[in-house]
């Protein structure tokens, strides 16, 4: 299923600019079906809403965590720590469990692209509703929440045919020192970037048919980093 992806173009765009959009990275027969998935998974109470925990520096100098409802936006982790953590959710979406068991195949085709670049596993696949009503995200890194933790790289694959623009909820890439990249969440459409240096947010949506997605946590080694660092310069800004 993901035999469409170019990941010789992602190698590049991860090397330069730390992040990377495909369009049609499945079928729209695949998107279809994942998204009615999703949403009759929500319509059967599968689906929770979100409660990112943010990290924050506690009065005594440790890291610890802090949970923020997101209203209107609704989540399941199908895979925690590489494991299936919710095995209902994937017995009722057949299109999904298919598409998320050949993920190896996207691991196989990066490798072998960027040597510097093993991603190990699937650390962790989230699917998620947002209903609209202004429903966001704010700024924030993907890091993992301990420090042997060995998360390197974020995939977002969205399910939206009806989107339109002004409906919002596009993830907004922040891949210093390069430019801003607003992504609209269109069907079918795929998103990579660096887990741990690449800060993101997503706009508020305010769409009236529901913005689906999955999202994807890999874990590996970056043996250099991405963007890679720019070459020595007098000035920058020329």
């Known amino acids: 299923m993901w035999g469409q992806l170019d990941c010789d173009e992602a190698g ?6 730390g992040a990377w959009t495909c369009d049609n990275a499945v079928s729209s027969k695949v998107s279809a079906e994942v998204r009615r ?32 409802e997101k209203p209107n936006v609704f ?36 490798c072998a692209v960027r040597p510097w670049l093993t991603i190990d596993r699937l650390e962790q696949a989230k699917v998620q509703v947002n209903t609209g009503g202004g429903g ?3 700024f924030h890194f993907d890091l993992p929440a301990t420090r042997e933790a060995r998360r390197v790289l974020t995939a977002l694959l969205y399910f939206n045919p009806e ?10 890439i922040f891949p210093f020192p390069f430019a801003t990249m607003p992504v609209p969440p269109l069907d079918q459409r795929f998103v990579m970037f660096s887990s741990c240096t690449t800060l993101h947010r997503v706009r508020p949506f305010t769409g009236s048919a529901g913005r689906v997605c999955i999202n994807l946590w890999f874990d590996g080694e970056a043996r250099m980093p991405f ?12």
């Open 163 to 172: 989107w339109k623009e002004g409906d919002g909820g596009e993830v907004e």
């Open 227 to 238: 963007p890679a660092p720019l070459p020595p310069c007098e000035r920058y800004d020329e």
């Open 12 to 17: 590049q765009a991860l090397e330069e600019f």
């Open 37 to 68: 998935e999703i949403l009759d998974c929500h319509a059967a109470g599968l689906l929770t809403q979100s409660g990112n925990k943010l990290a924050v520096r506690l009065p005594d100098g440790t890291r610890g965590g802090i949970v923020r």
């Open 75 to 110: 989540e399941a982790d199908v895979i925690v720590d590489g494991a299936v953590a919710c095995p209902e959710l994937l017995q009722q979406s057949p299109t999904l469990a298919a598409l998320l068991g050949e993920e190896s195949e996207l691991r196989k085709k990066l």
């Open 136 to 138: 966001a995200f704010p």
